[in-house]
């Protein structure tokens, strides 16, 4: 999978789900058209008088998450910017997606703001494979580090091998996680005597 690839599955499902956190800090989710998916950035829009368009104003986070049928989910989480030159864009845009006519018809499509999301976290996730396959993006910022790893202090039990959903533990000194197949699951962490399976982010 690619960063593009990616991008492309969330502009062929289109219609997926993007989350905001609102003025009282509670998350709120909507279904959103994705109209473009190029060059490492995805744009999408919407109506000044949404509150979405509030949020996303406001602080410009957003994560975008949406399931193909081939069972593959991509997450996009960053800041989303407001672009310049609005009526170009949203021209592009509905040249693009023309149903869009029916929504906004004639001058009514100015209402609409264009955005783009190009910098952030991206993953990848194929659930339709077994075990299943996970990626994970960078675009613009550190990559996150998620799920866990197997630190010196294992003795070599094989009992976080023995338990994992996925298969994806593999012997050694120390016995290692097989990232790519990680469910991320924690039960690794919570079988090992020895206390051997740390978060890779450095949390508890
Ligand atoms: S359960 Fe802990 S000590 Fe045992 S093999 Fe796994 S990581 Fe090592
Ligand atoms: S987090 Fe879950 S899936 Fe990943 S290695 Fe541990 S037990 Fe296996």
Not at 67 to 92: C, H, S, Y
Request: net charge negative.
């Amino acid at each position: 999978m690619t960063i593009q690839g990616c991008l492309e599955i969330l502009r062929q499902v289109k219609d997926a789900a993007f989350a905001t956190v609102d003025e009282h800090g509670a998350p709120q989710v909507r279904i959103i058209d994705v109209m473009l998916a190029e060059e490492g950035a995805l744009y999408f829009c919407t109506a000044r008088g949404k509150d979405f368009y509030r949020q996303l104003t406001a602080s410009g986070r957003v994560a975008v998450t949406a399931l193909n049928q081939d069972w593959q989910m991509v997450r996009f989480a960053g800041q989303a910017r407001k672009l310049p030159q609005p009526k170009e864009w949203i021209d592009r845009i509905f040249a693009a997606n023309p149903s869009m006519n029916d929504v906004y018809p004639g001058e009514s499509r100015y209402i609409l703001e264009p955005f783009c999301l190009d910098n952030g976290q991206l993953e990848f996730f194929d659930l339709g494979k077994s075990p299943i396959v996970r990626e994970s993006f960078a675009l613009g910022e550190a990559p996150a580090a998620k799920g866990f790893a197997i630190t010196g202090g294992c003795v070599g039990c094989g009992l976080c091998a023995a338990g994992c959903p996925q298969q994806c533990i593999r012997p050694g000194s120390p016995y290692e996680i097989v990232q790519e197949h990680c469910l991320h699951c924690g039960l690794c962490q919570e079988t090992c005597p020895a206390g051997a399976v740390v978060r890779r982010d450095g949390q508890k």
